[in-house]
């Protein structure tokens, strides 16, 4: 059985993958008589056709060690996850290769911070940290297949 460590997630090393979701140090600009601040286009919404759409996805929780035996993908469409709650979560992540999925990575996302993943980016799947959580989800919805899943052998991720 493989193991790996989650890391802490920063926008750089996830960057292959997709974007963090959270403010910038700088508002883009202020907005609402100057009440609040626009962090603008943090992330694009990829779709090949279909529409996007938002949902709230509600999860049970894990606690590490986790073994993950599950990865997917949306080829036809980028995925977004923003937490609803005040706990952190999981983002494993793996690279494709041919069509399959490569050695996954684990980050460590703190409260607050969401992910966007680019459109055919393999994923576990919604994993949050030892309470069930709810998340916003902003994703496609329309014609074609996109939604591919592998099994893969298990791969413990520690803290």
């Known amino acids: 059985m493989n193991r790996i460590k989650a890391r802490p997630i920063a926008a750089e090393e996830f960057a292959p ?3 963090l979701l959270t403010p910038r140090e ?3 600009k202020m907005i609402n008589a100057g009440r609040c601040e626009r962090h603008h286009a943090l992330a694009m919404v990829e779709r090949s056709g279909g529409e996007a759409i938002i949902s ?4 049970q929780a894990v606690s590490l060690p986790y073994d993950c035996t599950l990865l997917e993908r949306h080829p036809l469409g980028s995925q977004a996850f923003m937490p609803l709650g ?3 979560w999981l983002s494993v992540v793996a690279p494709d290769e041919a069509g399959r999925p490569g050695a996954p990575i684990a980050f460590l996302v703190p409260a607050g911070v969401g992910v966007n993943l680019r459109a055919g980016v393999w994923h576990g799947v919604l994993t949050p940290l030892d309470h069930p ?3 916003l989800v902003v994703d496609r919805e329309g014609a074609g ?4 899943e592998v099994q893969i052998a298990p791969v413990t991720i520690e803290a």
């Open 145 to 148: 297949v996109n939604l591919e």
């Open 133 to 135: 959580a709810d998340f």
């Open 56 to 59: 709230i996805f509600r999860s």
């Open 26 to 28: 700088t508002p883009s």
């Open 17 to 19: 993958y997709g974007e």
């Open 86 to 88: 005040p706990d952190p």
